[in-house]
Every structure is written in C-alpha cells, then in structure tokens.
C-alpha cells in the first residue's frame, strides 16, 4: 500500500461546509414563517394559541440546519399542510397569492422527499 493510500485511509472525510444548500433555504423559510405568525399574534390577527406553530417552525428550522431526522419530518409534515391550505385557498377564493405560496411549499416538499436528503440526516 503506497504512503497515499494510507493516509487517505487515516483522515476522516471531508465535512463540507453545507451539504445541502435546499435545506438552508427551507429552515430560512420556516424562520420567517415563525416571525411572520408571531408577528400577527402580536398584532392580534392571531389567536395567540398559533405561537405553538410558531416554536414549533422555529425547531424545524434549527434542526434542519442540524440535520436531524425529527426536524425533516417536522418541515415536511408543515409544507405538505401548508401546500394543501394555500391550493385550497386558491381553489375557493381565486387569491393569486396563495396559488404562489402554495407551489413553493410543493417545491420544498418535493426536495425534502429526494432520497439524497433523507441519506444526510441523522
């Protein structure tokens, strides 16, 4: 075996700084989810039993950024459900708006079903 290929052996690979940049742009998304709903709770458009959405968005958000499996399932399960409220919004109310934001929750869900991103998580 050549001095290469034992020192090759002997580091651990390589940890890239962020493995996967979708990921980092969903947990920002949840992020502002989170400030956009405790914002309204303030403002009192929202109930103020929503602040659970918003911890729980936040959560997501950092596990995420973490790679953590139980983060995945958490931002997955909320852009399936917001994918389904904002289509259904459009689909009652004509709101062009939420045709917008609910194509982009299917995008995110889309990437966040790919077998690439489930490998990565812990």
Do not use: C
């Given at each position: 075996?050549t001095d290469?290929?034992?020192?090759?052996?002997?580091q651990p690979p390589?940890?890239?700084?962020l493995?996967?940049?979708?990921?980092?742009?969903?947990?920002?998304y949840?992020?502002?989810?989170?400030?956009v709903i405790?914002?309204?709770v303030?403002?009192?458009h929202y109930?103020?039993l929503?602040?659970?959405?918003?911890a729980?968005?936040?959560?997501?958000?950092?596990?995420?950024?973490?790679l953590?499996r139980w983060?995945?399932a958490m931002?997955l399960g909320?852009?399936?459900?917001l994918?389904g409220?904002?289509?259904?919004i459009?689909a009652?109310?004509r709101q062009?708006?939420a045709?917008?934001q609910?194509?982009?929750?299917?995008?995110?869900?889309?990437?966040?079903v790919?077998t690439?991103?489930?490998k990565r998580?812990r």
């Amino acid at each position: 075996m050549t001095d290469e290929a034992r020192k090759d052996e002997a580091q651990p690979p390589r940890r890239e700084l962020l493995p996967l940049p979708g990921l980092a742009a969903i947990a920002l998304y949840l992020l502002a989810l989170a400030g956009v709903i405790a914002l309204g709770v303030a403002g009192r458009h929202y109930p103020t039993l929503f602040l659970v959405f918003s911890a729980a968005f936040m959560a997501a958000s950092a596990g995420l950024l973490l790679l953590l499996r139980w983060a995945w399932a958490m931002a997955l399960g909320a852009v399936f459900l917001l994918t389904g409220y904002n289509l259904w919004i459009f689909a009652s109310q004509r709101q062009g708006p939420a045709l917008v934001q609910g194509l982009l929750n299917l995008v995110f869900f889309l990437y966040l079903v790919r077998t690439e991103v489930r490998k990565r998580l812990r």
